[in-house]
């Protein structure tokens, strides 16, 4: 959704009266005053391009407009932009928001060579003098011809007015009854189910509904899966081991499976219920992907399935619980992973997520058990967190989503339509269950603030003084970069919902809003001139690499490359070309440089890699991998790369900063806090310079002078399980 969108001009659009009302088609509403367009009464996210190329093939309905009619309404004159590229990505978005093919398409018709055309009936409902939309029925018009008069007509009338006022009285009492009904149901309730310190997360209900084993972590030594009984005190600790995660029932209650993750491997754990003998049922390549379901015939476990030598990819596989063989179900497209997968509680289907690999574009599909077709049902392409839930009777389905902006859960039928949000959940609601019996639900809530920090350096090696919160607005933080004068912060939050970039002066003052996007903006980085902010944006599937004017200014697409997945940009020194990672199908992330300017990209690694960074004297690039972690360079003018530091995991690749002497990065030691450390280049030695006091963020920045150390860390952080009672 996009509000205030510019003013549309250019060749012979002729004024429809589209400006001054709303316009229908199907199921879509469409007011270009307000800058929204609905889908039955439900805001339709969609930005600002396609949103005007949808108005300018509205005005012209019916009739083929140009791509160069729609290039010169969508860039202003001297753009530098590769406009075929650009207006070809703002019609599939169009298209996405729509539900629409291109090949068998309900609105947009592609004119080859020409252009496009809105194929389907437009209907403009006018306002009235108080600026409301006057109703206008929906539907072909009749030709003046076919209109009734005389006595036909008013019999006509009489044969459609009697059927349709009992209808209507049909439906007025149906709406009385309905309310009255709603009325006498109890009231839902929200009451936490335990009361442990630390995080409490991905629940699962037990088969009767009496039962919630879920993940417990303090920090300290308290941390593996439990259970609790519903209305209960007390919690039963059945495992010990860190790496346990995502707890699921057998359909008699008397044991749980989960898994356990031990660096790049992962295994599934069967334990009974009160506690006992573990039993591994499967072991094998760690996947990016999480979830584990029981099946209610007790024959399988469903889980996201894995390779060493792919393993961003995974796939829903189901593990034989008779001879512990495996059966691939799910296929998705090269770039996707699949994984929260859930059965249905006659085990017949199976809901999951397909998430692309850089994990922001995740939607919900559904699929029988059995293997045949995949279909669809959400098309938000937002971050999913935790498996969805079956309602017990097997109609719906509820999922955590931020696609209103804040996380929270939203419930959807088995066989699609529009979600809708899930009555009493509060908070960032995350991993629901529903048991097969009763009315209750539970879910994650998550309740956190991450504060930017800022240590000063005496020299490379030791700090001045020690940190201190350089910006503590509300909001989680990741990824900061200070300006190259040090005076501003750029950093990605959700502070109002969406993921943006905003900017706060260093003394901890005057934070601005620079996107507004209602989608997931991330990884600014500042141009050398302190003029302009690159970052990525995801507004589909894949993401994209953009530019802003600060402050004030409008984003523009940089067009990279078509069908690609690419971010995590960051600027060369003399402050013409961007670095980029950029994904396609099956190929790893590999790193490109394309002119700021607009023009074509070069790709520069062969190996992989992602979170590139220039240095200094411009003589390297140094960089990480996306699957492996840790930081490579290679010369800028050509030749072998090599590996300097050896550091985390894939998921560490923004949590290190390059000065002209070494390397900043975060450790993660074995104790419950983390660490920040340089790596000299010249004797390649580490140094430890400062030790976390809580948990780290994401991301980890450097001043351009090399002084001061930007770094996220957690200051108040827990995760309760919150019971819905009387849930419906």
């Known amino acids: 959704m996009v509000t205030h969108p510019r003013p549309i001009s250019g060749d012979r659009m002729p004024d429809l009266g589209l400006s001054s009302g709303l316009v229908r088609f199907d199921v879509f509403e469409i007011d270009r005053q307000a800058g ?51 207006l070809n990505s703002a019609v599939a978005r169009l298209r996405e928001a729509l539900r629409d093919s291109a090949e068998n398409p309900r609105f947009i018709e592609t004119v080859a060579k020409r252009g496009y055309r809105f194929i389907a009936p437009v209907v403009i409902a006018p306002l009235d003098a108080a600026g409301r939309a006057v109703p206008v029925a929906l539907g072909p018009v009749a030709p003046a011809e076919k209109i009734l008069t005389g006595k036909f007509a008013k019999a006509r009338t009489w044969m459609i007015g009697v059927p349709l006022l009992i209808l209507l009285c049909a ?3 149906w709406a009385f009854y309905r309310k009255t009904a709603e009325a006498m149901l109890p009231p839902i309730e929200v009451v936490p189910l335990v009361g442990l310190r630390g995080f409490q997360v991905t629940p699962a209900f037990s088969p009767d509904g009496n039962l919630v084993a879920f993940r417990q972590s303090d920090g300290t030594h308290n941390t593996g899966i439990y259970t609790a009984v519903v209305g209960g005190e007390k919690s039963l600790r059945l495992t010990s081991d860190p790496g346990d995660c995502c707890p699921t029932w057998s359909p008699d209650g008397r044991q749980i499976a989960f898994t356990r993750y031990d660096g790049k491997t992962f295994s599934i754990v069967v334990v009974p219920a009160l506690g006992g003998t573990e039993q591994r049922v499967y072991r094998g390549p760690a996947s990016m992907g999480t979830g584990l379901s029981w099946s209610p015939d007790n024959k399988f476990l469903a889980f ?11 796939w829903i596989s189901l593990l034989s619980l ?22 249905s509680p006659d085990g017949l289907q199976i809901a999951f997520v397909r998430s692309t690999v850089a994990g922001v574009s995740n939607d919900v599909f559904v699929m029988p058990t059995r293997g045949r077709a995949v279909r669809r049902l959400t098309f938000d392409n937002r971050p999913i967190m935790g ?11 509820v999922f955590s989503s931020n696609r209103g902006g804040a ?52 020299d490379p090696q030791h700090y001045q003084k020690p940190p201190f919160v350089s910006v503590s607005e509300k909001g989680d933080k990741m990824r900061p970069d200070l300006s190259p004068d040090g005076k501003k912060i750029a950093f990605e939050s959700n502070r109002l919902g969406f993921w943006d970039i905003w900017t706060c002066e260093s003394n901890r003052s005057n934070c601005d809003q620079v996107t507004s996007l209602h989608g997931t903006a991330g990884r600014a980085r500042w141009s050398p001139n302190g003029r302009y902010i690159a970052f990525e944006f995801h507004p589909s599937e894949r993401g994209e690499i953009y530019v802003v004017e600060v402050p004030g200014g409008v984003p523009r697409l940089l067009p990279t490359i078509p069908g690609a997945d690419s971010l995590s940009p960051s600027w060369s020194h003399d402050g013409k070309w961007l670095y980029f990672a ?42 990480s991998k996306y699957e492996m972690g840790g930081v490579w360079r290679m010369p800028l003018q050509g030749g072998e790369e090599s590996k300097l530091l050896d550091e985390g995991g894939g998921g560490s690749w923004p949590n290190w900063a390059l000065t002209s002497d070494g390397i900043y990065f975060l450790r993660f030691d074995k104790s419950p806090h983390a660490s920040i450390r340089f790596f000299e280049l010249a004797t390649h030695k580490t140094i430890p310079i400062w030790t976390l006091e809580k948990e780290p963020g994401w991301g980890l920045g450097i001043s351009h002078d090399g002084r001061s150390i930007l770094y996220v860390q957690n200051e108040f952080a827990e995760s309760n399980i919150m019971l819905v009672k009387n849930f419906r």
């Open 304 to 314: 996201p399935e894995s390779t060493a030598s792919d393993p961003p990819r995974s």
């Open 36 to 86: 929204v367009l609905s889908r039955e009464g439900w805001p339709v996210k969609l930005q600002e391009q396609p949103f005007r190329v949808l108005s300018l093939l509205l005005e012209r309905s019916g009739e083929v407009v140009t791509r160069d009619e729609l290039c010169r309404n969508l860039w202003p004159p001297n753009t530098f932009v590769d406009f075929d590229h650009g």
């Open 387 to 397: 498996p969805p839930a079956w309602t017990a009777n097997g109609r719906e389905i």
């Open 171 to 173: 439906v007025g009492l």
């Open 407 to 458: 996380t929270g859960l939203w419930q959807i039928s088995a066989g699609g339509g529009v979600p809708r949000p899930v009555a009493g959940p509060f908070g960032e609601a995350a991993w629901p269950s529903i048991p097969p019996k009763g009315n209750s639900l539970v879910y994650s809530q998550v309740v956190a603030k991450f504060n930017l920090w800022r240590l000063d350096l005496k």
């Open 582 to 623: 950029s994904k396609r199908g099956s190929e790893p992330f590999q790193i490109w440089k394309i002119p700021v300017q607009g023009g074509s990209p070069t790709r520069l690694t062969k190996n992989g890699g992602i979170s590139p960074v220039e240095s200094a004297d411009e003589r390297f690039l140094y960089y």
């Open 322 to 343: 008779a001879d512990s063989s495996t059966r691939v179900l799910t296929s998705p497209p090269a770039g996707s992973l699949d994984h929260e997968p859930t059965f």
